[in-house]
């Protein structure tokens, strides 16, 4: 019987084998299932719920007429909306303006590489003739790589003294 460690190391060497031969294409969020948002829908209580309900971390904001994407919305932007104050908030208000696009025939290895000179943790994919086809996490390409997705619950990385006791 083998050991799983062996086991995860086949795995782990299988995907990093692929990462150069894989596309963009093959392991992006298709259009279809796309969540997008509005600049001008309201963020309340509903909208909200119909985001984290989608699984998505970031979201395509359109605009008004819903005929270019003028930005994207993160979750980490969200976490601080007061509801009950938020009579007046529309999505524009929370709307980073900075897209970067990705093309679907990229290979992984291209999309990694533009992850690490961008910082981003999202891109736009597009087709050869800039057809909005999909989307492309920072997480979908780290979780293709390892073959699983990295999971850790501890949150207190912005404090020192919970990161120094940290076991």
Do not use: C, W
Request: zero cysteines.
């Amino acid at each position: 019987m083998e050991k799983f460690g062996e086991k995860f190391r086949k795995i782990y060497l299988a995907s990093a084998l692929s990462f150069r031969d894989r596309t963009v294409g093959s392991i992006m969020l298709p259009k279809e299932k796309i969540v997008f948002v509005n600049e001008q829908d309201f963020m309340g209580p509903l909208m909200l719920d119909q985001l984290y309900q989608s699984g998505q971390t970031h979201f395509p904001v359109t605009s008004k007429d819903k005929k270019q994407l003028v930005g994207v919305i993160h979750t980490s932007a969200l976490n601080s909306l007061d509801i009950k104050s938020s009579e007046n908030d529309r999505a524009k208000k929370y709307v980073d303006s900075t897209i970067y696009y990705l093309r679907d025939d990229y290979t992984l290895e291209q999309a990694m590489a533009a992850f690490l000179r961008t910082n981003s943790f999202i891109y736009i994919v597009i087709d050869q003739t800039g057809k909005i086809v999909g989307l492309l996490t920072y997480q979908m390409i780290v979780t293709n790589l390892l073959g699983y997705e990295p999971k850790d619950d501890f949150d207190g990385d912005t404090s020192i003294l919970a990161v120094m006791k940290r076991e």
